[in-house]
């Protein structure tokens, strides 16, 4: 993306006026499709970050997630710190509050590769061992660091701050506070900030409170099965947030009890956290680790289907959702099949995700329609199927009771999981496959 269509890019600078999304300078609904590529600005070179960002663009991705102080590698210091692929480490002498300009410079072209093909980095300053683990941060180096990198990257559109890095806080949070602090006083606030933590566990736990935490962000990691459940928790948990499955199962992961992570499982979370009212990051196993042959992993069936998953809830409203189970009359089924609704908080439309090869009985009079026109769409492959119009509900007269309506309806033969769209007979929507 360049020239015109680079300037008119929507990029994250705002939390939206309900409280539940992100909206861009200009107030626009901004869709988080995240991809993990933690090691971008230290084990991937500048070629190799230009095809993996064009790739990721292209498909529909909006956000990568990557590390600057990381611990991956082949030639990390005594320390576990990383330099990038030029050898150049992110701190001078090993010390947060003396950053290497030859480092970022590496960071300065690759937002810039990013920026072109209009997608946002969500940069985690550091990963979280080395402040629980190493401790070479503490609530005075991290403040200034903090402060040296907002200063540094004010002016950049496409940036997303993670505070964090896969740990929990307790007994370090005056150091994730004082890094943010430092964000906060670089920048004047130009930048949202989050929080990475560890395995089933979430941002809004720990920092709900906290000025800086602007958005949510959880884990689910193994716990992949309770995606659903842990974002609706953390939707309860102290003031409104948009919340960011932030990392799930890796597509290939070797690692996982509930394995293997098939594209099936990667499409069960990305459509779980939408019908909870979240936002989802992919991640496969080869591009998180940048192992040898990492770059011939961009075309997996789970990524591809990441772009699918984008067009079709792009069809709907999808700024303005609400999470409700009780258009799921039967057949709502659980843990790793669970099956999940949303629905437009005008009640024009409505969405039911079907993990499996299932029946599902849908309360129709949830919506505000009389009728209803009901749309298969196979979440891996896009492709749109017709499932009639159906009566929501009957207008009664005077004397008579208004009866409710039920459609049973069924996954349609040889699709793994289904994604049914119920929509008012009159709204103007655009279900064709695209």
Request: aromatic content about 12%.
């Amino acid at each position: 993306m360049t020239g015109e269509n680079a300037a008119a890019a929507v990029f994250p600078q705002a939390i939206s006026a309900d409280r539940r999304g992100f909206a861009d300078r200009q107030g626009r609904p901004f869709f988080w499709l995240g991809d993990t590529a933690w090691p971008l600005f230290t084990q991937v070179t500048r070629a190799e970050a230009e095809a993996y960002l064009a790739d990721r663009a292209q498909k529909g991705f909006t956000v990568i997630q990557g590390v600057i102080a990381w611990f991956g590698g082949d030639r990390p210091d005594p320390s576990g710190l990383s330099p990038n692929e030029y050898g150049h480490y992110p701190w001078l002498d090993g010390d947060p509050a003396r950053p290497n300009p030859d480092f970022f410079a590496h960071v300065d072209a690759l937002l810039d590769i990013a920026e072109a093909h209009g997608l946002t980095l969500a940069i985690l300053p550091t990963w979280g061992n080395f402040v629980t683990d190493t401790q070479i941060l503490n609530a005075d180096n991290a403040r200034v660091y903090g402060r040296w990198l907002a200063e540094r990257y004010r002016a950049r559109p496409n940036l997303v701050w993670i505070n964090g890095g896969d740990c929990l806080p307790h007994g370090y949070e005056a150091v994730f506070d004082a890094l943010a602090g430092g964000l906060r006083e670089g920048d004047g606030g130009a930048h949202l900030i989050t929080y990475h933590p560890c395995a089933l566990h979430s941002a809004a736990q720990y920092f709900s409170d906290r000025d800086w935490l602007d958005f949510s962000m959880i884990q689910t990691w193994t716990d992949w099965h309770k995606t659903y459940d842990s974002l609706i928790s953390d939707g309860l948990t102290g003031p409104a947030r948009p919340i960011v499955l932030g990392e799930g199962a890796y597509e290939d992961g070797p690692e996982y009890a509930r394995g293997p992570i098939t594209p099936l499982v990667v499409r069960r979370q990305a459509w779980w956290t939408f019908a909870a009212g979240g936002y989802f990051t992919y991640g496969q196993n080869q591009m998180w680790r940048a192992q040898p042959g990492w770059t011939s992993t961009f075309d997996t069936p789970g990524a591809r289907q990441m772009g699918i998953f984008r067009q079709i809830a792009a069809a709907l409203p999808w700024w303005d959702r609400l999470p409700d189970q009780t258009l799921i009359e039967e057949g709502i089924g659980g843990g790793e099949t669970l099956n999940a609704a949303v629905r437009g908080s005008d009640g024009r439309w409505a969405l039911v995700y079907l993990s499996s090869r299932c029946h599902a009985l849908i309360r129709l009079e949830r919506l505000a329609s009389e009728f209803v026109r009901a749309v298969w769409a196979n979440p891996a492959t896009g492709q749109r199927l017709d499932a009639g119009t159906h009566r929501a509900f009957t207008l009664p007269g005077v004397r008579q009771v208004r009866q409710s309506c039920f459609a049973w309806f069924r996954t349609p033969d040889f699709w793994e999981d289904a994604v049914l769209i119920l929509h008012a007979a009159d709204a103007p929507i655009d279900l064709s496959s695209r």
